[in-house]
């Protein structure tokens, strides 16, 4: 079974300072991760996936996010946060062997961006 | 290109009640998931059809159930709704089902049961 844990229900950084969500992941086979983030009140947006190759990888709005296959860990991280960064976001997981198309999500991580 | 589209937007309904949600998924994509979010249990899948066949189901019982027409559009149903069901419904495409193909989300359709 596939397994997605993201530690920190929430997260507070000062605007202009470096940003840090962490993900967790757990596969049978080889991963396949995604980051997404949701506005309130809206669906889900794609920010970045990791599939195969280098291991950072960067995405929309100035997000990266860093793949540790020894941590088992995707990391999601930005240089400089906005205000306008606040929002929820969810790592997840799909195994690339196991013949399931299943996203698994973890639970979320509130990014509250303080001006 | 429009984005994936789900109505209605908002519903209110009783419990023993029926409902029916409709998803249309972006252009050219062939591939659509349904998942329940709820503060308590996060995000859940529910079912992922492709080509008209469900090809995966969630832990969800046979109350809850979908279909996907030829032109990629898919509804859910959900019968004998109870007060957990209350939930936002999110519906998402892809081009294919292949792993490594991100899901694009609707803005969801937020049902509540009374």
């Known amino acids: 079974a596939q397994s997605v844990a993201q530690p920190e229900d929430q997260v507070n950084v000062a605007e202009g300072n470096p940003l840090t969500v962490k993900c967790t992941y757990s596969v049978s086979g080889n991963p396949y991760l995604f980051w997404y983030v949701q506005y309130p009140n809206r669906g889900l947006q794609f920010l970045l996936k990791y599939i195969t190759g280098d291991n950072l990888v960067k995405g929309s709005y100035g997000f990266e996010a860093e793949f540790n296959k020894s941590q088992t860990s995707f990391h999601l991280k930005k240089p400089s946060a906005l205000v306008s960064d606040s929002a929820l976001y969810f790592c997840a997981v799909r195994d690339s062997g196991a013949g399931s198309y299943q996203l698994t999500f973890g639970k979320g991580t509130k990014l509250s961006v303080i001006p | 290109k429009a984005g994936v589209t789900q109505t209605p937007r908002y519903l209110i309904k009783t419990r023993g009640q029926q409902v029916t949600l409709s998803c249309s998924p972006i252009?050219?994509?062939?591939?659509v998931s349904w998942y329940q979010q709820t503060p308590g249990q996060g995000l859940q899948f529910l079912f992922e059809?492709?080509?008209?066949?469900?090809?995966n189901k969630g832990n969800f019982p046979g109350r809850f159930s979908g279909r996907q027409f030829s032109n990629s559009r898919s509804e859910m149903n959900v019968s004998t709704l109870e007060l957990g069901d209350s939930a936002l419904y999110l519906c998402?495409?892809?081009?294919?089902?292949?792993?490594?193909?991100?899901?694009?989300f609707g803005p969801g359709t937020r049902l509540t049961v009374l």
């Open positions: 252009s050219g994509h062939r591939s």
């Open positions: 059809y492709f080509s008209e066949t469900q090809r």
């Open positions: 998402a495409s892809s081009l294919s089902p292949d792993s490594y193909n991100e899901q694009f």
